[in-house]
Nanobody
Framework: VRLVESGGGLVQPGGSLTLSCAASGFTFSRAHMSWYRQAPGKGRELVARITGFGVTADYLDSIKGRFTISRDNGKNTVYLQMNNLKPEDTAVYYC?????WGQGTQVTVSS
């Protein structure tokens, strides 16, 4: 299993970013995929998850209405569209499936 996140960066409050996670080594279309984040000095928390065929998705309460998880099974990629970013969204964002983790991508929201 290999998960490679990309798309992080520095953005001003109110800005947007789209994270991508390219997956390989397993049957992606059947796999539940999740995004987690870990802010400095805090534990890792589940941000959003999506079922194998994208039928349902769940979100952390604090990001509902601002973030959208989606997937492209043809590209073996899961996305996290993040809008109206806030300083408290600053964290390393990780892709996860069945206990496997990517290396993470840093998102910093600051003016």
């Amino acid at each position: 299993v290999r998960l490679v996140e990309s798309g992080g960066g520095l953005v001003q409050p109110g800005g947007s970013l789209t994270l991508s996670c390219a997956a390989s080594g397993f049957t992606f279309s059947r796999a539940h995929m999740s995004w987690y984040r870990q802010a400095p000095g805090k534990g890792r928390e589940l941000v959003a998850r999506i079922t194998g065929f994208g039928v349902t998705a769940d979100y952390l309460d604090s990001i509902k209405g601002r973030f959208t998880i989606s997937r492209d099974n043809g590209k073996n990629t899961v996305y996290l569209q993040m809008n109206n970013l806030k300083p408290e969204d600053t964290a390393v964002y990780y892709c996860n499936t069945a206990g496997h983790w990517g290396q993470g991508t840093q998102v910093t929201v600051s003016s």
